[in-house]
């Protein structure tokens, strides 16, 4: 099995800063990506940033800029580091990982159970 636990969330004036981290654990033999997608209440989930394992990285538009991803290859670990943060940037944040686990040969999504993001105007 594989388990997601992100960290980092809480509550930010509006242009403040906030940094998440996701670890990843259990029989992995490698992770090809990971990413935070976000949640706010009324709306569809929506991809915030994504990094493979080369170091490539996708951001949405609207947090590019703001938002830089990067991760711990060797730790199984990616963050999501949150500058000027506005108000619409409220949300529950979820971290996403494709995982090669040990002895499976087909890889598969796993996601975390969340991390409250809530920007203060």
């Known amino acids: 099995q594989v388990q997601l636990v992100e960290s980092g969330g809480g509550l930010v004036q509006a242009g403040g800063s906030l940094r998440l981290s996701c670890a990843a654990s259990?029989?992995?033999?490698?992770?090809?990506?990971m990413g935070w997608y976000r949640q706010a209440p009324g709306k569809q989930r929506e991809l915030v940033a994504r990094i493979t394992s080369g170091g490539i990285t996708n951001y949405s538009d609207s947090v590019k800029g703001r938002f830089t991803i990067s991760r711990d290859n060797a730790k199984n670990t990616v963050f999501l580091q949150m500058s000027s943060l506005k108000p619409e940037d409220t949300a529950v944040y979820y971290c996403n990982a494709l995982v090669v686990r040990i002895g499976v040969p087909q890889g598969g999504d796993y996601w975390g159970q969340g991390t409250q993001v809530t920007v203060s105007s």
């Open positions: 259990g029989s992995i033999f490698s992770i090809n990506a």
